[in-house]
């Protein structure tokens, strides 16, 4: 596999279930990123962990939680989310130079389209 | 707080046909970011601009940065179908790891 991929590509859950979407990134990258896409709303970055620690957490509902295990994964555990919440979750992932510096290219994975119920 | 504002939002011209997308941003920055999304598909990154006056073209797309301005154009020469997509202008936050996208400027060219 090559790339940013994410499972499942498409989820559909009611507001009481417990659900995780997962990011793989196969770049040899060091930084990885949550972003939400919704219809009518720029995409919203929602986490970023670089080195494996997180480093923005942009006001997000606590209902959503991610988790770094290492640099290649990714996931994002959903718990007793809202239909607001229903968009398109788009991971990506990119190098930090390891001086700190932001090279500032994503690579994006192809989403995970969410349906919330 | 950065703002980024792309216009137009949605684009419909004929084969052909030379266009440009403006992409306006409110605060410093010295790097932009082109992008294009297909339907169901996955952002694709197409230009990276990291200073004034950088200038980079790729095919049919060119896109231009102007730090004073606060402003990047992308411009289309003798559009063709394959172009047609949505095209997204991403500005980062004063020295972070955070990229602020525009709402994405929805491109169809017709036959």
């Known amino acids: 596999e090559t790339g940013v991929t994410q499972t499942p590509r498409h989820l559909v859950m009611g507001m009481t279930n417990k659900k995780s979407l997962k990011c793989e990134q196969h770049l040899g990258h060091n930084a990885m990123y949550w972003y939400k896409q919704s219809a009518k709303k720029p995409l919203e970055l929602m986490f970023v962990y670089s080195l494996e620690e997180r480093v923005e957490n942009n006001s997000v509902p606590s209902r959503f939680s991610p988790e770094c295990p290492n640099s290649s994964h990714l996931f994002l555990h959903l718990h007793t989310l809202q239909p607001e919440d229903s968009a398109l979750y788009l991971c990506?992932?990119?190098?930090?130079?390891?001086?700190?510096?932001?090279?500032?290219?994503?690579?994006f994975g192809e989403g995970s389209r969410l349906t919330v119920l | 707080e950065l703002k980024v504002e792309q216009n137009p939002l949605f684009l419909s011209m004929q084969e052909g046909k030379n266009y440009t997308i403006y992409c306006n941003y409110s605060t410093t920055s010295d790097r932009l970011y082109w992008y294009r999304q297909d339907p169901g598909k996955s952002l694709e990154s197409l230009f990276v601009l990291l200073s004034n006056g950088a200038v980079k073209q790729e095919g049919r797309l060119m896109a231009s940065l102007d730090t004073k301005a606060r402003l990047s154009t992308l411009h289309i020469t003798a559009a063709v179908h394959d172009l047609s997509a949505t095209y997204f202008c991403?500005?980062?936050?004063?020295?972070?790891?955070?990229?602020?996208f525009g709402k994405g400027t929805k491109l169809t060219v017709n036959p």
């Open positions: 990506a992932s990119s190098q930090v130079r390891l001086a700190g510096e932001f090279t500032g290219e994503l690579f």
């Open positions: 991403a500005v980062e936050e004063g020295g972070s790891e955070k990229l602020v």
